[in-house]
Each structure stands twice: as C-alpha cells, then as structure tokens.
C-alpha cells in the first residue's frame, strides 16, 4: 500500500523513537495521518483476526514507554502488546542489561470498545524483575504464565495490583491491516506496530 514502505523506512532508523529527531517525528506523523486516511478496516475491533495476536513496537512517541531506557546499565529491547479476544492486552518491555542480569516489564488490561475504533483500557496487574528468574522465553509464553500464575512469589519478581481508577486510558486504533497497526493514545501518543507471525 502507498505509504506503508514510506512509513516502515521512515521508523526504521529511530530504534522505537529514541532517536527520533524532532523533524523525523513529523515526517512519521504525516506518514502515519496518509495511512489512516486509507485505512483497510475502518472497523478495526471488529476485524478480530486481524487485530488479535501479539504485537512488536516499531515506534512510539510514549514517554511512559521511552522512559524505561533510562534505568541504569539497562537498555530497552524489544517492545510487544498482546491483544486477545477476551477482552486483555498485556504489554510486555524487554530490558536488556549485563549477562544473566535482563529485566522484564509486564502490565497486564483489560479493555472495553467504546466506539468502533477505541477501546478503554484498565491497567490491573504490573510484573517486573530479571528474565532468568521469572522464566521468561517469550512473549506467548510469559503470558501463558501470568495468566496460568495469579501472583508469582517474591523471589521470583515484583508482582503488584494497580488501581485501576487510577490507571486506565484509552486507545484507538487508527490504521489496521494483516501486519501494520497504528494507535493513538489519550496522551497524544503515537504507536506504529508490527504484527508477530507465530
């Protein structure tokens, strides 16, 4: 599609937004806009098997997202959410850091559509500590395990409940195809998504 090759050489070089100049970030909005405006499913919840699956971030302009960069002798690594048709998303942050010594951010949400494009999203259930200790493979996996494990014991990781009144947002999703997503946040965040093949 017109756009899409534009828009994935556009974030390609700005590892996630981290580098992104502030002239690289409004070549991506603009390229993004273009691509919404074509968007293939212009009811994306409703387009489920399109939607559901797990999901790399290719580009964000969320400073909640960036700022995990900035832990001490930690670098971001790979970033996915998780979407499933039981109403839950998981967002899921590698940490890449000294040997043996990789982290993992996890929340977990539900969601609830309020129009066909946005959905509310209640944050409940954050998770973080080191890789080795909380077995984490991968993302399908690590979700089989927070689903399967109510609360993972303490020398394991930090397992916590969030107050959901206080941590919820919204999330649309603006453009959706086979394996590009693009959302807007409630916090004027952009995400550029690609879909995971299993």
């Known amino acids: 599609m017109l756009g899409k090759t534009e828009l994935l050489e556009a974030v390609a070089s700005t ?22 405006d074509r968007n293939p499913y212009p009811e994306p919840l409703a387009a489920t098997a399109q939607l559901n699956g797990i999901w790399r971030l290719l580009y964000t302009t969320s400073d909640e997202l960036l700022g995990i960069n900035r832990f001490p002798l930690y670098q971001l690594g790979q970033i996915y959410q998780c979407i499933y048709d039981e109403a839950r998303i998981y967002n899921i942050a590698e940490v890449v850091g000294l040997p043996q010594l990789s982290g993992l951010v996890s929340v977990g949400a539900s969601f609830e559509a309020v129009s066909t494009k946005r959905v509310n999203v209640a944050f409940e259930r954050g998770v973080f500590g080191l890789q080795t200790l909380l077995g984490y493979e991968n993302p399908q996996q ?7 494990q109510s609360k993972f014991p303490w020398w394991q990781g930090i397992d916590f409940r969030i107050n959901r009144d206080r941590q919820s947002g919204w999330l649309e999703v603006t453009y959706l195809d086979d394996d590009l997503r693009i959302g807007r946040g409630n916090q004027g965040s952009l995400f550029v998504l690609r879909k995971v093949k299993s």
């Open 15 to 36: 590892n996630r937004g981290l580098l992104a100049s502030s002239d690289d970030r409004q070549a991506i909005q603009s390229l993004a806009a273009t691509l919404e």
């Open 142 to 148: 690590f979700i089989q395990k927070l689903q399967d």
